[in-house]
């Protein structure tokens, strides 16, 4: 079964300190192709940390991180998102002051090639490219019901919407692994019933791997095909929403009765 | 679809065509004071260097206290080049042209050389060093000798041991600054300068570069995270802004027959963030109107004599409190409101 697929993500025993706080330790996890795993546990465990050290916010103290095969030791942020990992925040962070459409055709900067000159005078390959451009990012509105709004503000969309919009800014990057950052918090239960099926639909359109956090279990149970669960920064346990649901340590340290 | 920020751009460059036609047919019809017509290339001059600035300092959000640096970059390199020029036989339009594209590319050459290795660093780096960087051109360039002759050009630094040979001209003389400038500026000249910078600033904010400033200084966290090197959009900011600078420094110099290096020094400066500020940040017309309006002020303001800066600076107070009021600033917004919802009814009824 997922022997057969190829890992997209790779991570082994990785941990981070700061100061004399470990945030995080011994976290090994393998995320493959097409994937949506879920990474749960309670406040303050470390999980919006794995995702800064993931992409190097924060330089992980110890362990390794593979994307595709290729070690991400030595890159910084920007080199992270180019070779393949885009992430939304758990505290939005859009570009507040511009338009949706502004926001997204951000997210497109290093698929746009003309030059400063080219642009500063308009030339042929200007135009053409700013319509490609266009076009990719309404299609990526169009995904997140958002396309009526291409023009408004950003920052005065309604929290859901902003989700949205983050998200469609951080597929606008053509990424092979997507990290989303408790993407259901604020939505009612309709909104979260159409945003499972739209992650679902990303992973199936694009043909991307997802790691998700999300403290909302039926968004997490319900898409998710595996479940890392973490506790005081360290793993509790790891296997599918049914193992996991099942997990006497899980159930007491995190789910409840 | 035309969106409301295309509209205000297409305003404000009909705005600045429509001066020059009004500045122009008074100037015919001789309904211009010698003092304005005099001032008009220096406003031209000042309002590029601004626009350059305000892309630095409103845009892309860094403090920069060394435009009038970049000016005399571009305004002593003029005065060299225009000074080769004219001793091949070359005079006019073609000299002007060519010193102010000389001195644009002078100045985002030093620009990027001083600009690379500071905004690798987070804080306000650049705020400190185009402080020193303004004072170090400034003292330089008053120690500099240049002259040309049948051989070349001759450089002396702090003591003139320029000997020229027979027919040679002195270009640059230290403390005593650029003489025996040939003045080819003129109002068409820095009109048409304006408007070349007014399209390409805002054809740098519409395009991904612009996107890219936008968003560095929106959000540092989230523009890295899709990508984007805070370092290069900033830089690119700066460089820009330092060629306008340049440019403008040319069309400055090339207006005068001798002029300072000291003209250039903290206060012109200063006095352009001023500018900036008053006009808002990353608001070009607003820049363009708040440039013209100081420039042109101090001057009127002559008849006051030793009162002249006092009333100056009161004015300025006045409009800063103005245009930060709250209670005005609602108020206009509501106008606004009002005026759009009845150009909506207009609009609907027409149907
Ligand atoms: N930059 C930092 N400096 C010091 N401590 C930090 C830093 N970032 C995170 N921590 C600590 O690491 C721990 C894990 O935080 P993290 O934000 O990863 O939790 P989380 O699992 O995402 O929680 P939540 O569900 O509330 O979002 C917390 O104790 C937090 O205080
Ligand atoms: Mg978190």
New interface residues.
């Given amino acids: 079964m997922s022997e057969t697929r190829t890992p997209v993500l790779k991570i082994t025993d990785l941990g981070i300190d700061f100061g004399g706080l470990t945030a995080v330790n011994d976290l090994s996890l393998c995320v493959y192709d097409k994937e949506i795993y879920g990474l749960i546990g309670p406040n303050g465990a470390g999980k919006t940390t794995v995702f800064n050290m993931l992409t190097k916010v924060y330089q992980p103290s110890r362990g390794t991180i593979e994307l595709c095969g290729q070690s991400t030791e030595k890159m910084n942020t920007i080199e992270v998102n180019k070779a393949g990992i885009a992430r939304t925040f758990q505290n939005i962070r859009l570009f507040m002051n511009m338009s949706v459409l502004d926001n997204v055709k951000t997210g497109l900067h290093n698929d746009i090639s003309y030059s400063v000159f080219e642009s500063i005078f308009r030339l042929p390959r200007f135009g053409k490219q700013e319509k490609d451009a266009d076009a990719k990012a309404m299609e990526l509105l169009k995904i997140f019901g958002l396309e009526e709004k291409a023009d408004l503000i950003a920052g005065n969309l309604p929290y859901g919407e902003q989700r949205r919009l983050e998200i469609a800014r951080a597929l606008a990057t053509s990424p092979k692994l997507l990290l989303l950052d408790e993407p259901a918090a604020g939505m009612n239960p309709q909104e979260t019933e159409d945003l499972m099926k739209t992650i679902r639909f990303v992973r199936d359109h694009f043909g991307i791997a997802i790691l998700l956090i999300e403290h909302d279990m039926k968004l997490v149970m319900g898409i998710c095909e595996r479940i890392t669960v973490l506790n005081f920064g360290m793993m509790l346990a790891e296997g599918t929403p049914d193992e996991i649901v099942n997990n006497p340590e899980v159930v007491k340290a995190y789910l409840g009765e | 679809?035309f969106?409301p920020k295309r509209r205000g751009r297409t305003v404000s460059l009909l705005i600045v065509i429509l001066a020059y036609v009004i500045l122009q047919a008074m100037i015919m019809s001789g309904n211009l004071s010698r003092l304005l017509i005099s001032l008009l290339v220096p406003v031209c001059a000042y309002i590029v260097a601004a626009l350059g600035l305000n892309l630095n300092v409103g845009f892309s959000g860094e403090l920069n206290l060394g435009q009038a640096g970049f000016m005399s970059i571009g305004a002593f390199t003029s005065v060299i080049l225009a000074g080769i020029l004219n001793a091949n036989g070359i005079t006019g339009i073609p000299v002007l042209i060519l010193c102010i594209l000389a001195g644009a590319a002078m100045a985002a050459a030093v620009g990027w050389l001083i600009s690379v290795p500071v905004l690798k660093l987070q804080g306000d780096y650049l705020a400190i060093v185009t402080l020193a960087f303004g004072q170090i051109i400034m003292s330089l360039i008053n120690n500099l000798y240049c002259g040309i002759d049948s051989k070349g050009l001759h450089f002396a630094f702090v003591t003139n041991t320029i000997e020229l040979a027979e027919g040679g001209k002195m270009l640059i003389s230290g403390p005593m600054g650029a003489t025996g400038v040939s003045t080819v500026s003129t109002f068409t000249a820095g009109f048409i300068l304006v408007v070349l910078t007014l399209l390409?600033v805002y054809?740098?904010i519409d395009?991904?570069?612009?996107?890219?400033i936008?968003?560095a200084r929106?959000?540092r966290?989230?523009?890295?995270?899709?990508?984007?090197?805070i370092s290069r959009t900033k830089t690119?900011a700066f460089v820009?802004s330092s060629c306008l600078g340049g440019a403008a420094g040319a069309l400055y110099a090339l207006n005068y027959s001798s002029f300072v290096a000291t003209k250039f020094d903290f206060n012109s400066s200063i006095l352009l963030l001023v500018y900036v500020v008053l006009g808002g940040l990353g608001n070009m017309s607003g820049t363009i109107i708040s440039t013209a309006v100081l420039v042109v002020l101090p001057e009127m303001l002559r008849f006051l004599q030793n009162y002249r800066m006092l009333i100056y600076a009161v004015v300025l107070i006045v409009i800063m409190l103005v245009s930060n009021n709250e209670f005005l600033k609602t108020k206009a917004e509501q106008l606004k409101k009002k005026l759009s919802a009845n150009r909506k009814k207009g609009a609907a009824e027409n149907v």
């Fill in positions: 679809m969106s390409i054809n740098l395009s991904r570069s612009g996107r890219a936008t968003a929106d959000n966290i989230a523009a890295e995270s899709i990508g984007i090197s690119l820009i």
